[in-house]
DNA sequence: CGTTTTAACGTAAACGTTTACGTTAAGGCT
DNA sequence: AGCCTTAACGTAAACGTTTACGTTAAAACG
């Protein structure tokens, strides 16, 4: 199609070894033919093939990055923090989107591999066994975002999901509140189901306020879910007069239904959600949430990836801090 | 790394061509030996290198999309859907954040060229001269995305723009609303800005209610704009019991600072939105806004480049039906 | 001036595939 | 039996680079 090396060689009157070294500077000929050899070059147009140039290298500059759902918000945060780094340092990022499906997520894998991409990060998604297996054949680097394991030995950049729940329910707890629901994700979760869970009752117990079993449902951190969640909280007799949910979007769904029943938000219920999407600015009120920086995490594993290609050596898991962004969907209590 | 084809041949006593011709399966070898190379492979775990393939073949099976900004909720609505069909067709999709920068854009055009890539989908961003000229020297498929252009002939998928404003304003004026504000996005975008003001003046004209400038300002289509000019929109003395705003984030904005005064959505003030974006449902009050086909343009867009990629004919430009997703964020006049 | 060093190149193999072309042997046909 | 077809392979070139190694001539050195 284009020109190649050759064609530019044989136009400046070189071999292609030097056209080659000029283009990846290295030394090894003079300055007028490194003048004639870029003449040449611009007058034909001509663009280095990088396809031919990993099939010798045996790197591709491109890194897969897999998503459970790449059109969650969550998601597009931290694939914005990937491609700012990965492009910062010359690489590109192929997005998968898995659907939390094992077959999918295999093929996947397997197109990464035959692509040759230079490492992999694997985000939102628990580890299994299968994908370990293919991950570990491929022998390039992985990092997980937002996820981790302690069985399979992967560096990780992930917030401290107990802790960050424990100062969501702490906050909510030192603003008056005393009786607290909370509105969980997934309950089988082991990285954004359970470790939340017990933040939360960590912190009641810390206060000694008493778990009380009907105050905890469950959804699976969708919007849909929230609303569900929060039904099924109006309809036990149970009093509450603040709610913790899991996700931004539960939170949202949440606020919702609150709205629909004429339940005001933080009048008569003060919401706190997780993750500060764009949607908890958005939302009305504002949404006071627990932040978990998603662009740097995304910036933050992508750089540990890159590391971990350039330098061939492994690297440290990072817990990122959460902080809480306070907006108007909690009230003081007298 | 891995084992390569000539590995696999020299283990199952065959050639190199008798395990591609297997591999790709064309005709050309008994029953038998198919089985001994399977075999084989199965046995040492054989994956074929893309690279090599692409070297060879002038295809790598991946497409380049390029977006103003990966973390809107509408890039990664589209990307989901060119992500899908794109999987669904054994294709890989790198994705490029340009920022609306002319030279990052620039950068990301030839990258993409070195890497090969086998199509384009440019969205949501006005073709300037360069990158068209850039594109075209690519030799290889583009289509536009939410966006088109008169003077440089790619094909597009998009919606009617002004049809679409003319349909939400239209909208309200059968609500029974007359006095009618516009949350206009960037003026000068001749894609998602001009168009929308026109539909919205024509719809005005066509039910004899006059243009009225005060009730017409500018945001950039983000968040934060859409606050802004609904705080301009309250300072000017002009009534109006209803907005129409040109993208859904703006159309957020404009209720939260409403409700800041103590305006109620959509008792006082009836707010639609455009774009249909998953903030849109989870607005309270949830947001009645014209939908734009978010996945399925990006399915579509991705199959016109995909069929051009393969058939190498060209494709027809497509105007997709835009539709009004009636929420709760405006009320019957009487 | 003869020898050694070095700058400035060129040659060709290698990367892992695909594929045009050639070869062999078996089988069919007259 | 002799000839032709064809199934079933193998050989090697090609894709566009990088790079180890070889070569040449000039410069440096004694």
Request: aromatic share 8%; glycine share 6%.
């Amino acid at each position: 199609m284009g020109p190649t090396i050759k064609d530019v060689a044989k136009k400046a009157n070189v071999s292609v070894a030097t056209v080659s070294r000029v283009l990846n500077n290295q030394p090894g000929y003079s300055e007028k033919t490194k003048k004639k050899v870029l003449q040449v070059i611009e007058e034909m147009g001509y663009q280095p093939n990088a396809i031919a140039r990993g099939l010798i290298n045996k790197r591709t500059q491109t890194i897969g990055v897999l998503f459970p759902s790449v059109s969650s918000m969550f998601s597009s945060g931290v694939l914005h923090g990937i491609e700012h780094t990965a492009h910062e340092r010359d690489h590109s990022v192929i997005v998968c989107n898995t659907d939390e499906d094992g077959k999918r997520t295999m093929k996947y894998l397997q197109v990464l591999r035959e692509k040759q991409v230079d490492g992999i990060i694997f985000t939102s998604e628990v580890m299994k066994e299968e994908y370990y297996n293919a991950l570990t054949m491929m022998n390039i680097p992985v990092v997980l975002l937002a996820t981790s394991s302690v069985r399979y030995p992967f560096p990780f950049v992930k917030v401290d999901d107990k802790q960050a729940a424990y100062s969501a329910t702490e906050y909510l707890i030192k603003k008056g509140h005393r009786k607290i629901a909370m509105i969980s994700g997934t309950e089988e979760d082991p990285i954004a189901g359970t470790p939340r869970i017990e933040g939360y009752r960590e912190a009641l117990g810390d206060y000694g306020i008493p778990f009380q079993k009907n105050l905890l449902v469950f959804g699976d951190f969708g919007y849909r879910s929230g609303r569900i969640a929060m039904e099924k909280l109006l309809q036990t007799k149970a009093e509450f007069s603040a709610v913790f949910a899991a996700s931004d979007e539960m939170a949202a769904g949440a606020i919702n239904v609150a709205y629909q029943h004429g339940i005001k938000v933080p009048d008569h219920l003060s919401v706190i959600g997780y993750d500060n999407l764009q949607i908890a600015e958005m939302s009305v009120p504002p949404l006071t949430t627990v932040a978990q920086p998603l662009f740097e995490m995304g910036k933050l594993a992508a750089e540990m990836l890159l590391t971990m290609i350039e330098t061939g050596t492994r690297v440290e898991s990072r817990i990122m801090p959460h902080t809480i962004i306070e907006r108007q969907s909690v009230a003081q209590l007298s």
